[in-house]
């Protein structure tokens, strides 16, 4: 009892403060450091994919007691538990230097290496918010277009039609994120530069029309109607997150109003009879030119004003800077 009440004695007068970490037992926080260099440094998983800068709020923690005593969160710490509708209770470990007892549970699970797991990909486990373009692209007519074909048909046309458009996504630096029976969704730009991947999904998308002619031509006479297809095009924030699980596997996949509103252009195609609706927002990020598009209004559920898009139905060559200037220039 006296050797406790020592070391008790020792803590306090050199200003060591005793926080108690459920399941992982009492740690010795130094004086000033954050909740967070203390897990570190006594070897404890404490998840912070912003790297403590509070950016993030995977380090966040419950304080169990002790609450009172620490001093209201600053506003960087403020926006972050804003944002996630935290309770009072709920404190980020990066942001809180503790000055007295307390008593915490981290709320979210360590982040490991999984056995097949693209490392670089981690980041986005929790979601990240990124500034990307969303392309969408459909058959059009899919239902009319196959009811008469023979199940086999039907498979080879839509893997075929896949199988083309992730090639022209993956070779302007596209990623498919998802494929959607006769379609599919796909992210460009998730390496920072907006203006490129606006640009890129342009090309992807202009590659993809042409992709559609040649299957006509190809499959065209066993088809009752010509094969059109559809594509809305995008850029704006997003959530970038790693989805699935283990056993079955992970994917990126982009949440958000930006993706929603791609997929209101790709569905407004049909409406518009237009192959493809670019939103303003994506051009004018691209500083491309389509001649021969028309603008059109297309009205967004729970907007005020409708989302302005150039629509046009031939693949047009954009007429622009050169990659290499629009690169320099967003680096600059």
Known sequence: MATMLGVALVRRMRGIVPVRLVGHGEIALRPGSTLLEASRENCIPHPSLCGGRGRCSTCRVLVLTGHETLPEPNPVERKVLKRISAPASVRLACQIRPRHPLCVQILLPPITRGAGLDWEEEEYKWGADRKVTILFVDIRAFTTLTKKQLPADTVLLVNRFLQEITQATESHGGRICMYLSD????????????????????????????????????????????????????????????????????????????????SRLEAATKELLADMLVSEAALQASRATLPGS??????????????????????????????????QTEAE
């Open 183 to 262: 379609g599919a969704m796909a992210i460009f730009g998730l390496d920072g530069q907006r203006g490129m991947g606006s640009r890129d999904a342009i090309a992807a998308g202009r590659d993809m029309l042409r992709v559609a002619r040649m299957l006509d031509a190809e499959l065209g006479s066993a088809l009752p109607m010509p094969l059109r297809i559809g594509i809305g095009i995008h850029c704006g924030p997003a959530v970038i997150a790693r989805v699935g699980d283990a056993e079955r596997g992970y994917t990126i996949t982009a949440l958000g109003e930006t993706v929603s509103i791609a």
């Open 294 to 327: 028309t603008i059109r209004e297309v009205p967004m559920r729970g907007h005020d004003t409708p989302i302005k898009a150039y629509a046009f139905s031939e693949p047009v060559e954009p007429q622009d800077e050169t990659r290499q200037e629009l690169s």
